[in-house]
């Protein structure tokens, strides 16, 4: 064993690939920039009702769908619309296969009913999962783990009485770290070195190096005659070093400023490479260096406001620098971009360079305003904004309007510009605040009549009003608290780090939990009232934290996840995508496909959830995202029941990153279906009320005479114009924005 053994030990960070299946997988590169690994099939249909499918008799209409496999999942897109470009990949080279007591034969499972309890994994990779069976009594089955790799492990039904043929997928991620060592240390041949890097190889291509490092520590101590394995030991060092440093920067892109000096600072530069040291002392100098810029550019323009020539109000410019000093950070800096330029430029009237720091502060990097006059007015108009969308009184908005009118620059152009730089002019009420989880507030707003609406927020780490954040506003399944849609998202609270530790968390997101249903509801109801309560409370949420309004993602599982689906397809200007996880098409989903062209979806499911599968109740739907005009991701997890795949949320937040995932202008073009009172709202067209013939109530539905969506079409023309084409109202209201080039 011993020369057989050096050799692998110096090969350990080689990529072992099989001949036969060396580039098995592929990339499929996304137009949207998203990136897919696994093996690809082009099918025809996603629908699985033979009868739907061919309507009834009639002939099978084909789609060019392509099926990407990656062993734990299957994603479906649409070929021609969404797919840029392919390349052949090399398969993970680890797997790793245990015996386990699988049966001959057994019953099939071809559905699953609720999952009651799973069991953690024992040392041998077995447990026992709990469904409710065919008959609602919980039915218990014995599970193995029979393959696994750094992507995902395949596990199996066990013989037993009676035996199930069940092959189930899980996120090798989803395995707790500790379980995983238990079956490695059990199920490995711990006196076989060739084993024990085995296990070394598959953390390295897992990525957890922490992991790895300890596997091959372990080996070295018990293998002391394998010195040349410590050179191995120190390159993972620096792999675990980089994966840090990255990290880092990570916080840093996401606003984390402190924490991702604090990672910096406490970096192991002895262990790691000189240049990963440098890159780190970098890194640190960056974020602090721009600050002190920063402070610089501030101080030079006091000196300049008080060497201006008679005539000019310097005390709101006094206050707006102090204003300017106390918020100075590195979101703020950009705005600064225009006079770091040009502010110490002598050639420049010493007015025109005052006027671009004002300019930048409150419309923006690259707003060229030079007109101190109008920089100086904007100060008060700012203030006049601010009270305008915080007051509740419809004669002091009013009062507010009129004295904006006599303000010169108080021009619908600049208003919009200033908009997404001014703080929240709201605040989050003190009362609602979590004493203990920093950050969670349970806020209640009243709503029309007698009602009331509540929702639960949590702003990310070093939340600063004056940074706009990306924001999930996620639906909770029927019968689990709103909150727990925080603990999905951004992590349940750790005491010991005083912080949430979730994905949601990590890239700086806001989330926000609406409380949607009402006590003992057993369904989704498709009513106005719950769209009520989710719109609402995003509304009054945006009044009080700094949310972009671009990047707001709809999301919701189980029965949650029904109402996302519905809500989008109702409501598509606000949300830049919606996720559903396990939830299935209303009545009313079903006739809304064509407002669906402008929501970007990702549908995540189990193969297995429910009777029949998913694909044969709902394939039909499904097929109809497949075209080339919808942004649509079916994600189906393989052997999984309705759960809520919380292995899938680093592909969703790779997808919500995207820089192409972002809600664009207000379209030129509008064209939508409604059929529901409520769903009356379409981008700048709004239909105070429908005709009586196209609204049908959500408990009456099966009693509708008629089941038809009513067009809605209105378009932004030359000469500036504005054409309405067809709506279901005697009325319509347009609301106008500088963004949609109409003076």
């Known amino acids: 064993m011993g020369s057989f053994a050096r050799v692998t030990a110096s090969a350990i960070f080689a990529v072992w690939v099989g001949i036969a299946a060396a580039f098995a997988e592929q990339e499929v590169r996304l137009r949207s920039g998203l990136i897919l690994r696994g093996s690809v099939l082009e099918i025809a249909s996603l629908n699985q009702n033979a009868y739907s499918a061919a309507g009834g008799g009639g002939e099978i209409k084909l789609r060019p769908i392509w099926m990407i496999d990656d062993g734990l999942r299957r994603t479906y897109v649409h070929k021609l619309g969404m797919v840029a470009e392919v390349n052949p990949v090399e398969d993970l080279s680890q797997k790793m296969e245990f015996w386990q007591p699988a049966p001959l034969g057994g019953r099939g499972v071809a559905g699953l009913g609720a999952i009651l309890e799973v069991s953690p994994f024992n040392n041998y990779g077995r447990r026992v999962i709990t469904v409710r069976g065919p008959d609602s009594t919980p039915l218990s089955i014995i599970q193995g783990i029979t393959e696994i790799n750094a992507r995902y492990a395949k596990v199996e039904g066990l013989k037993s009485t009676p035996s199930y043929v069940w092959d189930m997928r899980v996120a090798t991620s989803s395995i707790p770290p500790e379980e995983l060592r238990e079956i490695f240390r059990r199920r ?196 006049l904004v601010g009270r305008y969308l915080a007051s509740e009184e419809e004669a002091e908005r009013q009062s507010i309007l009129d004295e904006l009118r006599a303000i010169e620059g108080a021009e619908p152009n600049y208003v919009a510009m200033m908009l997404p730089l001014m703080e929240p002019p709201k605040a989050l009420p003190d009362e609602a605040a979590d004493p203990e989880v920093p950050g969670l507030y349970r806020v209640t707003q009243a709503l029309t009549g007698a009602t009331h609406g509540e929702y639960a927020v949590q702003l990310p780490p070093e939340y600063n009003p004056l940074r706009s954040y990306p924001c999930i506003v996620s639906l909770h399944p029927l019968g689990g608290p709103a909150e727990g849609q925080l603990d999905y998202w951004a992590g349940r609270f750790d005491r010991s780090s005083g912080s949430r530790l979730g994905q949601a968390t990590r890239h700086g997101f806001v989330v926000i939990a609406p409380v949607w249903s009402r006590m003992g509801q057993r369904r989704y109801e498709s009513t106005p009232r719950e769209h009520a309560q989710v719109l609402s409370a995003l509304r009054d949420a945006m009044r009080r934290v700094s949310i972009d309004s671009d990047r707001v993602f709809l999301a919701g599982m189980g029965e949650g996840g029904s109402a996302a689906w519905d809500i989008a397809l109702s409501h598509p200007d606000p949300w830049a995508g919606m996720i559903s996880i396990g939830g299935e098409p209303s009545n009313y989903v079903r006739h809304y496909h064509p407002n669906g062209t402008a929501v970007p979806m990702y549908l995540v499911f189990g193969e297995l959830a429910g009777a029949p599968a998913p694909l044969m109740r709902y394939g039909d739907v499904l097929d109809g995202y497949m075209k080339p005009s919808y942004h649509t991701l079916v994600v189906m997890y393989r052997g999984r029941g309705s759960e809520p795949f919380y292995e899938e949320i680093h592909h969703i937040f790779d997808w919500m990153r995207l820089a192409t995932l972002r809600r664009g202008e207000p379209p030129r073009q509008i064209e939508t279906v409604t059929m529901r009172q409520g769903d009356q709202f379409f981008w700048w067209l709004e239909l105070p009320e429908l005709l009586p013939n196209v609204a049908i109530d959500p408990f009456l539905w099966d009693q509708a005479a008629r089941l038809r969506a009513a067009k809605v079409s209105a378009s932004i023309g030359e000469g500036n114009t504005i054409r309405i084409g067809q709506g279901p109202s005697d009325r319509f209201i347009v609301h106008l924005s500088p963004e949609m080039g109409i003076d």
Request: glycine fraction near 8%; aromatic fraction near 6%.
């Open 188 to 383: 490995v041949d711990q006196e076989d070195l060739d084993q024990r890097l085995e296990v070394v190889r598959f953390y390295i291509e897992a990525e957890q190096f922490a992991e790895a490092r300890d596997e091959l520590q372990r080996a070295i101590d018990d293998f002391p005659d394998q010195q040349s394995m410590i050179t191995q030991l120190r390159a993972l060092v620096q792999r675990q070093g980089t994966q840090l440093l990255a990290e880092a920067r990570f916080r840093r892109d996401a606003g984390q400023y402190a924490l991702a000096t604090a990672i910096l600072e406490n970096f192991p530069l002895t262990e790691v490479a000189r240049v990963t040291a440098l890159e780190v002392q970098d890194s640190i100098a960056s974020i602090q260096g721009k600050v002190g810029e920063g402070q610089r550019l501030l101080d030079q323009l006091s000196k300049q406001i008080e060497t201006l020539p008679e005539g000019y109000e310097r005390e709101p410019l006094r206050e707006l620098v102090r204003e300017m000093s106390a918020a100075l950070s590195l979101d703020t800096l950009a705005r600064l971009s225009d006079y770091s330029r040009l502010g110490g430029v002598d050639t420049i009237p010493l007015d025109n360079r005052v006027a671009l720091a004002i300019g930048g502060w409150l419309l923006g990097a690259g707003s060229g305003l030079q007109n101190l006059q109008v920089a100086t007015a904007l100060i008060e108009i700012r203030g």
